[in-house]
């Protein structure tokens, strides 16, 4: 039995090591992102197959090379997948997700515009939607399942290791570069590089992806309750106040990172001086 002098926060916190060679992460990206499209290809457009395919592609695939890359005795080589936040970084991921679905909207449609592609983008959406699907599968096929896996992937496993190399702003820009290529069609990319930078942005400042996961799940319910006409009291008051909206977008994004960004990881330590403090 531990005696009460023995400080247990490092092993239950701070359990990982140092994130995989990039060459490695980078690897694991392209054989997930493989994986995703190939299931999707095969099985046909679905919501289960999109549950499928993110879930065997893009969180299961990545871990098990994660946990086939740690060391002895460490049950996860990267420290962001293990590491909790505090209260205050999911409440800002909260809040900036509950603004930047509008924004990447915003930014986002002039592309649809510009290229024409109306129908693809409806087709799209109706994809997602599930057209005619009932709402709680909805919610968890098209905004929890792939808000969490896709998380898992690129500010879980990518973006800490290109940090490592390339430092923390061209790490972002690069695996938001990523993560919006997964998205292929013109104007989903633009909303995926929007989402991409502030989920980046979080978890870099938290140290840890939960909060990324919670930006990107609150960020596609929203997109999801309003696109489906379950918010239609909200959804007139934006169509009446455009520029009104796009405003409170910003300012609420933007407030959602600074609150996020505010607090340090769990415990407000350094992972790094843990895992010294701990050999």
């Given at each position: 039995?531990?005696?009460?002098?023995?400080?247990?926060?490092?092993?239950l916190?701070?359990?990982?090591?140092?994130?995989?060679?990039?060459?490695?992460?980078?690897?694991?990206?392209?054989?997930?992102?493989?994986?995703?499209?190939?299931?999707?290809?095969?099985?046909?457009?679905s919501?289960?197959t999109?549950?499928?395919?993110?879930?065997?592609g893009?969180?299961?695939?990545?871990?098990?090379?994660?946990?086939?890359?740690?060391?002895?005795?460490?049950?996860?080589?990267?420290?962001w997948?293990?590491?909790?936040?505090?209260?205050?970084?999911?409440?800002?991921?909260?809040?900036?997700?509950?603004?930047?679905?509008?924004?990447?909207?915003?930014?986002?449609?002039?592309?649809?515009?510009?290229?024409?592609?109306?129908?693809?983008?409806?087709?799209?959406?109706?994809?997602?939607?599930?057209?005619?699907?009932?709402?709680?599968?909805?919610?968890?096929?098209?905004?929890?399942v792939?808000?969490?896996?896709?998380?898992?992937?690129?500010?879980?496993?990518?973006?800490?290791?290109?940090?490592a190399?390339?430092?923390?702003?061209?790490?972002?820009?690069?695996?938001?570069?990523l993560?919006?290529?997964?998205?292929?069609?013109?104007?989903?990319?633009?909303?995926?590089?929007?989402?991409?930078l502030?989920?980046?942005?979080?978890?870099?400042?938290?140290?840890?992806?939960?909060?990324?996961v919670?930006?990107?799940?609150?960020?596609?319910?929203?997109?999801?309750?309003l696109?489906?006409?379950?918010?239609?009291?909200?959804?007139?008051?934006?169509?009446?106040?455009?520029?009104?909206?796009?405003?409170?977008?910003?300012?609420?994004?933007?407030?959602?990172?600074?609150?996020?960004?505010?607090?340090?990881?769990?415990?407000?330590?350094?992972?790094?001086?843990?895992?010294?403090?701990?050999?």
């Open positions: 039995m531990a005696s009460p002098s023995q400080n247990l926060t490092p092993r916190y701070h359990a990982g090591g140092p994130p995989l060679p990039p060459a490695t992460a980078l690897g694991a990206w392209a054989l997930a992102a493989g994986t995703f499209f190939l299931i999707g290809s095969s099985l046909g457009a919501l289960l999109n549950v499928l395919a993110q879930v065997l893009l969180a299961l695939l990545p871990l098990a090379i994660v946990h086939l890359h740690a060391p002895p005795g460490v049950t996860h080589r990267h420290e997948l293990s590491q909790l936040a505090k209260p205050l970084a999911f409440v800002g991921a909260a809040v900036a997700g509950t603004f930047c679905w509008y924004l990447s909207l915003r930014l986002a449609w002039p592309i649809v515009e510009a290229t024409g592609r109306h129908d693809e983008v409806r087709e799209a959406t109706r994809g997602i939607t599930g057209d005619g699907a009932p709402l709680a599968w909805v919610l968890v096929a098209s905004a929890l792939p808000g969490t896996c896709e998380e898992l992937l690129h500010r879980g496993v990518l973006l800490p290791s290109l940090a190399r390339l430092g923390r702003p061209l790490a972002l820009v690069a695996v938001t570069g993560f919006a290529i997964m998205h292929i069609e013109p104007a989903r990319m633009v909303s995926a590089t929007v989402v991409g502030a989920a980046g942005i979080l978890a870099l400042r938290t140290g840890s992806v939960w909060p990324a919670a930006l990107h799940v609150m960020n596609n319910s929203w997109a999801l309750l696109g489906t006409g379950h918010l239609g009291a909200i959804a007139r008051a934006i169509a009446a106040h455009p520029d009104l909206a796009l405003a409170c977008a910003v300012a609420g994004t933007a407030g959602g990172l600074v609150i996020g960004g505010w607090v340090t990881p769990f415990g407000g330590r350094d992972p790094s001086n843990v895992r010294n403090a701990t050999r």
